[in-house]
C-alpha cells in the first residue's frame, strides 16, 4: 500500500493500492488533527501505517479503521526497523518510547524530547535524534549515548 498524506481542508488523507493511478480518501484518526510523520510497517502479509499526530501514535491496516497504540501523546516521530517491523521506536512528548511487539506496548527508552528520528544510512540499528545535545542508539533506542555535536547531513529518513 503506498500512502500519501496532505495536510489540506480539502483531501488531507488518501491512499493509492496501483502505485499511485488512482487515490482515494481515507479517514483520519482524529478529525482536525495534523499528520506529522508517516511509517510503514510490513507484518506479515499486510501493511500497517503508523501516524504521529499531536493526539499520540495511531496504527492502521486498512486506513479506514485507526487504533491508538499506548505510546504517549504529542507524538512527532516514527520509525520501523528495517529488520525487524515488530519494532517501532517514536519521539513523543514523554521522551523516545520504543515497542517490540508491533506497537501493542511501549517502553520509555530516553526522557530526551527530539522532534524527529532517523535511522542511519551506516547500519539499520542506529538511530539518532535532531537535538542541539544529540543523542545515538547501537541498538534501535534499547540504549543512548550522548553525542559531542550534531550532524544530520549522514542520515536518511527511511520508513520502511
Not at 23 to 41: F, K, N, Y
Not at 52 to 66: H, M, Q, R
Not at 96 to 108: H, N, Q, V, W, Y
Request: hydrophobic content about 40%; glycine content about 6%; charged content about 15%.
Amino acid at each position: 500500500m503506498l500512502v500519501s498524506w496532505r495536510d489540506t481542508p480539502a483531501r488531507p488523507w488518501s491512499r493509492t493500492l496501483d502505485g499511485g493511478a488512482n487515490w482515494a480518501s481515507i479517514a483520519p484518526p482524529v478529525s482536525g488533527t495534523s499528520i506529522l510523520d508517516v511509517a510503514l510497517a510490513p507484518v506479515g502479509s499486510a501493511s500497517t501505517l503508523l501516524v504521529a499526530t499531536s493526539e499520540g501514535l495511531y496504527s492502521s491496516t486498512d486506513g479506514t479503521t485507526w487504533t491508538k497504540t499506548p505510546a504517549g501523546t504529542g507524538a512527532r516521530s516514527v520509525v520501523v526497523s528495517p529488520t525487524d517491523p515488530r519494532i517501532f521506536v517514536v519521539a513523543t512528548s514523554r521522551g523516545i518510547e520504543r515497542s517490540t511487539d508491533a506497537g501493542a506496548t511501549f517502553t520509555l527508552q530516553s526522557t530526551a524530547r527530539p522532534n524527529r528520528i532517523a535511522i542511519a544510512r551506516s547500519s539499520s540499528s542506529v538511530l539518532y535524534t535532531d537535538l542541539l545535545e544529540s543523542f545515538r542508539t547501537p541498538d534501535l533506542g534499547a540504549t543512548f549515548t550522548k553525542r559531542a555535536y550534531f550532524d544530520f547531513a549522514p542520515l536518511v529518513k527511511q520508513n520502511f
